[in-house]
């Protein structure tokens, strides 16, 4: 190492210093440190090297919805609930992301799925009645 050099900087080729596990750990302590924007980069990089990680998609995802990107959020929350059906917290996330992308009615089966799967959440459940009660109003127009 140069003396001088931080090994949490990025080099000068623009790549994130450290391993995957380095990576993952800065994103998790930006997205903490209220930085949501600059985790989704991190760990968007950190994904790509480990595509199969939960603990690493699961932080991009809540980076994305965090940075506004519910789009992206939505489909990282989606590559979780497909790899496993049993992620309670992913379904509530993807029902969140698609919420705020627009998408109510898409958004109303997975927050479902979240509540049915933990009925005790009350956000969960929150967020469902509100999704529900939206495409009710809408309904009714």
């Known amino acids: ?3 001088g050099e931080n090994p949490h900087e990025d080099s000068p080729t623009g790549a994130p ?8 750990q800065r ?7 209220g930085s949501p924007a600059a985790a989704a980069a991190l760990l968007e990089r950190a994904a790509g ?4 990680s939960r603990s690493i998609r699961e932080a991009l ?6 940075s506004r990107q519910y789009a992206e959020a939505a489909d990282s929350f989606r590559r979780i609930v ?9 379904y509530f996330g993807l029902g969140l992301s698609l919420w705020r ?13 979240a509540v049915a799967m933990r009925p ?7 967020a469902l009645k509100s999704v529900r009660a939206t495409l009710r109003a809408r309904r009714e127009m």
């Open 1 to 3: 190492m140069v003396q």
């Open 120 to 126: 005790d959440e009350g956000h969960y459940v929150s």
């Open 49 to 52: 090297a480990e595509p199969e």
């Open 61 to 66: 995802a809540r980076a994305q919805f965090n």
């Open 27 to 33: 994103g998790v302590k930006l997205l903490k440190e």
């Open 101 to 113: 992308t627009g998408d109510i009615e898409g958004a109303q089966e997975p927050l479902a799925i």
């Open 17 to 24: 210093r450290g391993d995957v596990y380095d990576w993952y």
């Open 82 to 90: 497909d790899a496993n059906p049993a992620e309670d917290y992913a």
